[in-house]
């Protein structure tokens, strides 16, 4: 199964390395293979200082954490993915969650799954007939079964 991973997925297993998100990650099905466009690594590094805030963690942990939780995503260049793919993604997600472009593209890509916990993604997707968004929920179960 090919898996594309948002930030915000990539946040919540750095803030909680021990939850069911970063099960996924950090213990990685076999048959899974995560990627994400190099862009999440700019937005990790933005997000920093929050993520220290919320965590506590010093500099040096937070680096370790991360590298743990990315150890087992492939980055991908945006400029791989084709034209036609970031045209449709930005299309669908006008008036709703532009940012996610990327994400979205390279999904179409490598017709694989997104995986987010944005509730206001997922829901924009599926009104416009989208069901190739996949859950924490259904991820976990499918591979851990709970």
Not at 26 to 50: A, Q, R
């Amino acid at each position: 199964m090919r898996v594309v991973v948002d930030t915000n997925i990539v946040i919540s297993a750095i803030i909680n390395d021990k939850g069911k998100i970063g099960e996924l990650l950090l213990y990685k099905p076999v048959d899974i293979h995560f990627s994400s466009p190099s862009f999440l690594l700019e937005e990790l590094n933005i997000h920093t200082k929050k993520i220290l805030t919320i965590t506590g963690y010093s500099e040096p942990e937070f680096q370790q954490i991360k590298l743990l939780v990315i150890s087992n995503i492939k980055f991908i260049d945006p400029g791989k993915i084709k034209k036609e793919n970031w045209e449709t993604s930005y299309n669908m997600l006008i008036g709703n969650d532009e940012k996610d472009t990327s994400f979205l593209a390279l999904n179409m890509e490598i017709n694989g799954f997104l995986w987010t916990g944005d509730k206001k993604l997922i829901k924009g997707l599926q009104n416009k007939n989208y069901d190739k968004v996949i859950t924490t929920k259904v991820l976990y179960s499918k591979y851990f079964g709970l």
